[in-house]
C-alpha cells in the first residue's frame, strides 16, 4: 500500500531510444542468460574446434598402427590407449569428429530442405497438393528409417556421401509435418491477406512472408536433428555400414566392440565423444527453444 | 464527382457463390455500383450482409476453393479484371486498387521493419531500388502523420500503437497511387479518438491524390462524415443506394431505416430519460436461409404477400436515390419520410 501510482509513471518512461527492442536480438539476450544453452554452445565449440583444428596440432593418422594391441591409456605413445590392432584412439577422436559432424550436418540441411519445401507447399497450397504430399510423408514416416538407410548404404556402398543422403531422405517427415502445421496456421493471417493485397505472388509470400514466421520452431528442430543425425551415423558405423575408409566415431565403436570387456577404452572416448556433441546440441536447441519462443520469454 | 463522367470503378450484376458440401451457396446477389475518380462511396450494412466479400470480390482476394464468381464484372478504367490472368492481377492489385484492413494490429508482418514492408510494394510494383524505396518510404510515412519517419521505419510493427500501425497500412496502400482504395472498416478496431484522425487523414489524402475510396462500414456516423455516396446492403443485394444526404435524411428501405434508428442518441430527451436503444429485432440470416424473395422480410415491419415470392429491384425513389423494396411500388411506404424512432425498432 505504498503509492504505486506516483511512481508509475516514472518507472515506465517510453523505451530509451538507444535500445531499440529488436526480436533477434531479444531472443539473443535470452540464449545468453540460459545457462545450459551457453555450456552447450562452449561445449559444441571446443568439439567444433577439435574436429576442424586437430588434425593440425595433432599430426597422426587414425589408421596407423603406434603401439601394441590393446595399450591401456597412459602410454606415451598412446594417451588414451591403443585399440585391438593398436591404433591410437585419441588419433581416431580428433580425426573421426570430422565424418561425424560432417555427416550430421549434412544429413540435416538435406532433410531440412526436403521437409521445409514439402511441408511449406502442402501446408500453403492444402486441397490436392497437401493430399499428395501428406500420402509421401505418410510413406516415408512408416518406413523403418534404419533398416531403409542400411538397404540404401549397401546398395550404393557406404560412403559419407551416401550415409549422408541416407539419413537425410529418411529423417525429413518430422520437419515437414512441423512445417505443414506451421504453414496452415499462418497462411490465413490477415498479414498474409495484406500482402497479398498489395500484389505478392505465391512464391514470395512461402519464402519471404511465411517462413520467417514459421522460422523458430524449424529452428529448434534443424538443431535437434543434427544431434540426431550423429547418432543415427554411429548407429549406421556400429552395425558396420559406415564408410571404412574415412575415420569416424562410430566406426571406432563398431569395430572395437567384441573386445569391449578387455580393452574398454576404444569403445568408451568414442562413446564420450558422440555424447557430447549430442548432448551440447540438445542443450543449445533446448536453448533456442526457449529463446525463440515469446511465451517463455520473461520481460 | 460528375455523375456523367464515365465511373473509375464499375461493379455489375457480381455474384459469388460458394460451393460447399451442403450444396452451393450465393454470397453475392448481383451486386452492382460505380465509384467515381475523387468520389468516396460508403458501403454499409450489418456483419454477414456481403460488404467485406464485395471488397474481396473486387480485388479477388476471397477463398479461392469454395469461392466463385458466377456472373457480372468488375471494370477498372473500363478493364474488366475478373478476365484477367492471376499475374496480371497481380500487377493491379497494390498499385492501381489497394486495399487496408481491419485490423491493424494484425496486417502488418511481425517479423519485419516497417520500412520493408513499405519498401515491397514499391519495389515490386515500380522497380524502385533499395535506396529509393526507402526514401519514398520515408516521405509516405511523414504523409500519413507519422513522427520522426527517419527513425520509425527501421522500428517493427510491435513497437507501434494501433493508430500508428493502421497508419503505416494506409502509407502501404497509397504507395503505389491507387486509383482506387477500399478500406474495409479501417477504424472499427481503434479508439474513438483515433477513429477521427484517420478519417481525417484518409480525407485529406483523398482531396490530395484524387483517389476514389470505396469505405465499408458499419458505423452510420462516418458514413454521414466520410461519404458523399452509399449504397446499403443486406443479404448478398444492394437493397438502397444514393447520396448521403438523401439516404441518411430521407432512407426508403426499412432496413436503412433501421439501422438509422439504432444510433444512439446522446442530445435531449435521451439524455436525461435513457431509453432503451432501438434495435432490429432478428438477426441477419445465414446465406443458406436466403432462398427466394426479399432477404429482410422477417425482420422488416412491413413485410406483406410478394416479399415472399421474389426479391425486389432497385427502384428509383428520387433523383440518384434507389431502394429495392416492394412496398415503394406498392405506394404503401411513402418514398421519402424521415427515419422513424419506432418504426422497425423494437
Redesign the interface.
Given at each position: 500500500m505504498s503509492s504505486p501510482v506516483s511512481t508509475a509513471p516514472a518507472a515506465a518512461p517510453v523505451a530509451a531510444p538507444a535500445a531499440v527492442p529488436h526480436p533477434a536480438r531479444d531472443a539473443w539476450r535470452m540464449f545468453l542468460r540460459s545457462r545450459a544453452a551457453l555450456a552447450g554452445t562452449l561445449l559444441l565449440a571446443c568439439i567444433v574446434a577439435v574436429a576442424l583444428f586437430g588434425p593440425m596440432v595433432y599430426d597422426a593418422d587414425p589408421f596407423a598402427i603406434v603401439a601394441a594391441p590393446q595399450t591401456a591409456p597412459g602410454d606415451p605413445d598412446a594417451w588414451l590407449g591403443t585399440d585391438q590392432l593398436g591404433r591410437d584412439v585419441l588419433a581416431g577422436l580428433v580425426y573421426g569428429g570430422r565424418a561425424s559432424l560432417a555427416v550430421g550436418v549434412v544429413a540435416a540441411v538435406l532433410s531440412a530442405l526436403i521437409g521445409l519445401t514439402a511441408g511449406a507447399l502442402a501446408g500453403y497450397y492444402g486441397g490436392g497438393v497437401d493430399e499428395a504430399l501428406t500420402r509421401v510423408m505418410e510413406f516415408f514416416q512408416v518406413l523403418p528409417a534404419l533398416l531403409f538407410a542400411m538397404v540404401l548404404v549397401t546398395l550404393f556402398s557406404p560412403s559419407l556421401t551416401t550415409i549422408s543422403l541416407a539419413i537425410g531422405i529418411t529423417s525429413w517427415t518430422a520437419t515437414a509435418r512441423l512445417t505443414r502445421a506451421e504453414f496452415m496456421r499462418l497462411r490465413d493471417l490477415d498479414f498474409v491477406r495484406a500482402e497479398r493485397a498489395i500484389g505478392a505472388g505465391n512464391a514470395r509470400i512461402i519464402w519471404r512472408v511465411i517462413l520467417p514466421n514459421a522460422l523458430p520452431p524449424l529452428v529448434v528442430s534443424g538443431t535437434m536433428a543434427i544431434g540426431s543425425a550423429i547418432l543415427f551415423e554411429a548407429g549406421l558405423s556400429f552395425l558396420g555400414l559406415g564408410d571404412p575408409n574415412r575415420m569416424s566415431w562410430g566406426l571406432m565403436i563398431g569395430s572395437a566392440r567384441p573386445y569391449l570387456l578387455t580393452c574398454w577404452w576404444a569403445v568408451v572416448f568414442p562413446g564420450l565423444a558422440i555424447f557430447a556433441s549430442v548432448l551440447s546440441i540438445s542443450l543449445i536447441g533446448d536453448g533456442l527453444n526457449d529463446a525463440l519462443n515469446p511465451k517463455l520469454r520473461e520481460r | 464527382m460528375s455523375t456523367s463522367s464515365p465511373p473509375l470503378l464499375d461493379v455489375a450484376g457480381l455474384r459469388l457463390e460458394f460451393r460447399t458440401s451442403r450444396g452451393a451457396a450465393s454470397v453475392l446477389n448481383g451486386v452492382s455500383f460505380q465509384v467515381h475518380a475523387g468520389e468516396t462511396l460508403c458501403i454499409v450494412g450489418e456483419s454477414g450482409c456481403g460488404k467485406s466479400m464485395t471488397s474481396l470480390a473486387i480485388?479477388r482476394?476471397f477463398p479461392a476453393?469454395p469461392g466463385r464468381i458466377t456472373a457480372g464484372s468488375v471494370r477498372l478504367d473500363g478493364e474488366d479484371l475478373l478476365q484477367l490472368s492471376e499475374?496480371a492481377m497481380?500487377?493491379?492489385?497494390?498499385?492501381r486498387i489497394?486495399?487496408i484492413?481491419q485490423?491493424p494490429m494484425?496486417?502488418?508482418?511481425?517479423?519485419?521493419t516497417v520500412g520493408r514492408q513499405l519498401g515491397?510494394?514499391l519495389r515490386?510494383?515500380l522497380a524502385m531500388s533499395r535506396a529509393e524505396a526507402r526514401a519514398r518510404s520515408i516521405e509516405l510515412l511523414r504523409a500519413v502523420g507519422i513522427p520522426a519517419p527517419e527513425?520509425r521505419i527501421?522500428?517493427?510493427p510491435h513497437?507501434m500503437s494501433g493508430g500508428m500501425k493502421q497508419r503505416v497500412?494506409i502509407a502501404?496502400?497509397l504507395?503505389c497511387r491507387p486509383a482506387v482504395l477500399i478500406a474495409d472498416e479501417p477504424t472499427t478496431a481503434l479508439d474513438v479518438t483515433v477513429q477521427a484522425q484517420i478519417f481525417d487523414l484518409l480525407r485529406e489524402l483523398q482531396a490530395r491524390e484524387g483517389t476514389a475510396l470505396v469505405l465499408i462500414t458499419h458505423d452510420m456516423g462516418a458514413v454521414s462524415e466520410m461519404a458523399d455516396r452509399v449504397i446499403v446492403m443486406y443479404g448478398g443485394r444492394v437493397v438502397e443506394e444514393g447520396r448521403t444526404r438523401d439516404v441518411l435524411e430521407r432512407p426508403a428501405h426499412p432496413y436503412t431505416r433501421g439501422l438509422i434508428a439504432c444510433l444512439p442518441e446522446l442530445e435531449g430527451e435521451a439524455r436525461r430519460t435513457r431509453p432503451p436503444l432501438p434495435e432490429i429485432p432478428g438477426m441477419v440470416p445465414s446465406i443458406w436461409e436466403l432462398g427466394t424473395g426479399c432477404a429482410f422480410r422477417a425482420r422488416c415491419p412491413h413485410a406483406a404477400e410478394p416479399c415472399a415470392r421474389a426479391a425486389p429491384d432497385l427502384l428509383p425513389v428520387a433523383d440518384h436515390h434507389r431502394a429495392a423494396c416492394w412496398a415503394l411500388e406498392a405506394g404503401t411506404v411513402p418514398a421519402a419520410m424521415p427515419a422513424p424512432a419506432q418504426g422497425v425498432a423494437a
Amino acid at each position: 500500500m505504498s503509492s504505486p501510482v506516483s511512481t508509475a509513471p516514472a518507472a515506465a518512461p517510453v523505451a530509451a531510444p538507444a535500445a531499440v527492442p529488436h526480436p533477434a536480438r531479444d531472443a539473443w539476450r535470452m540464449f545468453l542468460r540460459s545457462r545450459a544453452a551457453l555450456a552447450g554452445t562452449l561445449l559444441l565449440a571446443c568439439i567444433v574446434a577439435v574436429a576442424l583444428f586437430g588434425p593440425m596440432v595433432y599430426d597422426a593418422d587414425p589408421f596407423a598402427i603406434v603401439a601394441a594391441p590393446q595399450t591401456a591409456p597412459g602410454d606415451p605413445d598412446a594417451w588414451l590407449g591403443t585399440d585391438q590392432l593398436g591404433r591410437d584412439v585419441l588419433a581416431g577422436l580428433v580425426y573421426g569428429g570430422r565424418a561425424s559432424l560432417a555427416v550430421g550436418v549434412v544429413a540435416a540441411v538435406l532433410s531440412a530442405l526436403i521437409g521445409l519445401t514439402a511441408g511449406a507447399l502442402a501446408g500453403y497450397y492444402g486441397g490436392g497438393v497437401d493430399e499428395a504430399l501428406t500420402r509421401v510423408m505418410e510413406f516415408f514416416q512408416v518406413l523403418p528409417a534404419l533398416l531403409f538407410a542400411m538397404v540404401l548404404v549397401t546398395l550404393f556402398s557406404p560412403s559419407l556421401t551416401t550415409i549422408s543422403l541416407a539419413i537425410g531422405i529418411t529423417s525429413w517427415t518430422a520437419t515437414a509435418r512441423l512445417t505443414r502445421a506451421e504453414f496452415m496456421r499462418l497462411r490465413d493471417l490477415d498479414f498474409v491477406r495484406a500482402e497479398r493485397a498489395i500484389g505478392a505472388g505465391n512464391a514470395r509470400i512461402i519464402w519471404r512472408v511465411i517462413l520467417p514466421n514459421a522460422l523458430p520452431p524449424l529452428v529448434v528442430s534443424g538443431t535437434m536433428a543434427i544431434g540426431s543425425a550423429i547418432l543415427f551415423e554411429a548407429g549406421l558405423s556400429f552395425l558396420g555400414l559406415g564408410d571404412p575408409n574415412r575415420m569416424s566415431w562410430g566406426l571406432m565403436i563398431g569395430s572395437a566392440r567384441p573386445y569391449l570387456l578387455t580393452c574398454w577404452w576404444a569403445v568408451v572416448f568414442p562413446g564420450l565423444a558422440i555424447f557430447a556433441s549430442v548432448l551440447s546440441i540438445s542443450l543449445i536447441g533446448d536453448g533456442l527453444n526457449d529463446a525463440l519462443n515469446p511465451k517463455l520469454r520473461e520481460r | 464527382m460528375s455523375t456523367s463522367s464515365p465511373p473509375l470503378l464499375d461493379v455489375a450484376g457480381l455474384r459469388l457463390e460458394f460451393r460447399t458440401s451442403r450444396g452451393a451457396a450465393s454470397v453475392l446477389n448481383g451486386v452492382s455500383f460505380q465509384v467515381h475518380a475523387g468520389e468516396t462511396l460508403c458501403i454499409v450494412g450489418e456483419s454477414g450482409c456481403g460488404k467485406s466479400m464485395t471488397s474481396l470480390a473486387i480485388m479477388r482476394l476471397f477463398p479461392a476453393p469454395p469461392g466463385r464468381i458466377t456472373a457480372g464484372s468488375v471494370r477498372l478504367d473500363g478493364e474488366d479484371l475478373l478476365q484477367l490472368s492471376e499475374p496480371a492481377m497481380r500487377r493491379i492489385r497494390g498499385n492501381r486498387i489497394a486495399m487496408i484492413f481491419q485490423e491493424p494490429m494484425t496486417s502488418l508482418n511481425p517479423v519485419m521493419t516497417v520500412g520493408r514492408q513499405l519498401g515491397e510494394s514499391l519495389r515490386l510494383h515500380l522497380a524502385m531500388s533499395r535506396a529509393e524505396a526507402r526514401a519514398r518510404s520515408i516521405e509516405l510515412l511523414r504523409a500519413v502523420g507519422i513522427p520522426a519517419p527517419e527513425a520509425r521505419i527501421d522500428e517493427y510493427p510491435h513497437q507501434m500503437s494501433g493508430g500508428m500501425k493502421q497508419r503505416v497500412m494506409i502509407a502501404v496502400a497509397l504507395a503505389c497511387r491507387p486509383a482506387v482504395l477500399i478500406a474495409d472498416e479501417p477504424t472499427t478496431a481503434l479508439d474513438v479518438t483515433v477513429q477521427a484522425q484517420i478519417f481525417d487523414l484518409l480525407r485529406e489524402l483523398q482531396a490530395r491524390e484524387g483517389t476514389a475510396l470505396v469505405l465499408i462500414t458499419h458505423d452510420m456516423g462516418a458514413v454521414s462524415e466520410m461519404a458523399d455516396r452509399v449504397i446499403v446492403m443486406y443479404g448478398g443485394r444492394v437493397v438502397e443506394e444514393g447520396r448521403t444526404r438523401d439516404v441518411l435524411e430521407r432512407p426508403a428501405h426499412p432496413y436503412t431505416r433501421g439501422l438509422i434508428a439504432c444510433l444512439p442518441e446522446l442530445e435531449g430527451e435521451a439524455r436525461r430519460t435513457r431509453p432503451p436503444l432501438p434495435e432490429i429485432p432478428g438477426m441477419v440470416p445465414s446465406i443458406w436461409e436466403l432462398g427466394t424473395g426479399c432477404a429482410f422480410r422477417a425482420r422488416c415491419p412491413h413485410a406483406a404477400e410478394p416479399c415472399a415470392r421474389a426479391a425486389p429491384d432497385l427502384l428509383p425513389v428520387a433523383d440518384h436515390h434507389r431502394a429495392a423494396c416492394w412496398a415503394l411500388e406498392a405506394g404503401t411506404v411513402p418514398a421519402a419520410m424521415p427515419a422513424p424512432a419506432q418504426g422497425v425498432a423494437a
